[in-house]
């Protein structure tokens, strides 16, 4: 359930990061306003309101019940997409100018100057951040406990309260995290020394 | 072939970069505009291809309004190469898939066509061996060589270049000078920023000084070395070859 969680609301993040991303260093107002207002409106907010709210406020809206599973996708899936475009951001104006200019000088469009010059290489300089950004986010799918969730905290806390050896318990589940973090830290770093030493 | 009227430029709100630039630029004819830095070069040439967007005035390139939201500038700008000073290549590319982009996304050339015909442009620019090279292995002459071929792949009309040897060290940039020369003999129509005085007395037709967004004075070579009219202009001839 944890990793279910993790690996759907990251490539729902990412794949709406790199939209609002784009939308975000938009030249039209009407494009870019709206994305930077989404960005810095889930940023300031704690995670865990995010997912009350869609827990409560989606059901509402659409008048009828949705399973604890969904609402917390895609209350992560609203809440990273903010993190992830701009870290996305980020990415895009580490490479320069010029070579957009150059690339639009041969006649080519906004579309493919992106695709061919400016995301394969935004992509790859933002790779160690975009995996650090993942990594937090495994963690932070613990929170979707609070709203019943039974990710692995949840699953830990009802073996307890069913054997009460509370100490062992969180200790392990703590070991868990911790290995699975440290194992992903680590190839970040392999990672990030490897895009040092490239070209 | 190239025709600028009354073209005014302004950078933000108050900074008039043109002010009322008028000129034209014919067929297979190589024209270098010289002038001061900060004296608009740069922007009237990015102003051709609107790489910069100017608010006022008219030009016309090949038949095309530049400023008109009719204009597919796309296919303008296919007609039209240019070089930058600072190379700008494509840094996770090699130097093969540099030139070969822009001719088969663009012309939708197939990888082989564009292929054997990045071979030939290297080859002219003299540097065949280089095809599989990123650009951070190639010196600065071979960049900017790169990046001319780049921009010929297109098979451009007109060619731009813009101060293509100031980020160069002196010992290069007679390299990049020979394939501009052979271009221009070749009667490719070029219109080049630069200080290179040298470059200009051999194969402009025709030279341009620019001071604070102004054409000051535009003459034939011989003249404009000869007989310049403008005090400026005599003042800047002075002190960029003083040191000649």
Known sequence: ?199 | MIEIKNVSLWLGDDFQVLKNVSTRFQKGRTTVICGPSGSGKSSLLRCINRLERFQKGEIIVDGLSVHDPKTDIYKLRENVGMVFQHFDLYPHMTALDNITLAPQKVRCLSRQTAESKALQLLERVGIMDKANSFPAQLSGGQQQRVAIARSLAMEPKIMLFDEPTSALDPEMIGEVLDVMIDLALEGMTMIVVTHEMGFAKKVAQEIIFMDHGEIVEAKNTSDFFNHPDHPRTRDFLNRILSHV
């Open chain 1, 1 to 199: 359930m944890t990793f279910q969680l993790a690996v759907i609301s990251l490539a729902g993040g990412i794949f709406f990061g790199v939209l609002l991303g784009l939308a975000r260093i938009s030249s039209r107002k009407y494009i870019s306003c709206p994305a930077t207002l989404y960005i810095h409106f889930f940023r300031s907010q704690p995670l865990i309101l995010v997912i009350f709210w869609f827990y409560f406020f989606v059901p509402i809206l659409f008048g009828k019940p949705m399973s604890a599973f969904i609402s917390a996708i895609i209350g992560f899936i609203a809440f990273e997409t903010a993190y992830f475009a701009e870290i996305i951001r980020g990415g895009i104006q580490s490479i320069s100018k010029g070579q957009m200019q150059a690339a639009y000088a041969t006649g080519m469009k906004h579309y493919q100057v992106m695709r061919y010059i400016v995301l394969p290489q935004a992509l790859k300089n933002m790779l160690p951040s975009l995996m650090t950004q993942s990594i937090v986010l495994f963690q932070d799918t613990s929170l979707a406990y609070v709203i019943g969730l039974q990710e692995f905290l949840r699953r830990t806390s009802l073996v307890d309260s069913r054997e009460v050896k509370s100490i062992e318990l969180y200790l392990f589940s703590a070991l868990v995290y911790l290995v699975i973090c440290l194992t992903m830290s680590l190839f970040v770093r392999r990672f990030e020394n490897k895009v040092h030493q490239g070209v």
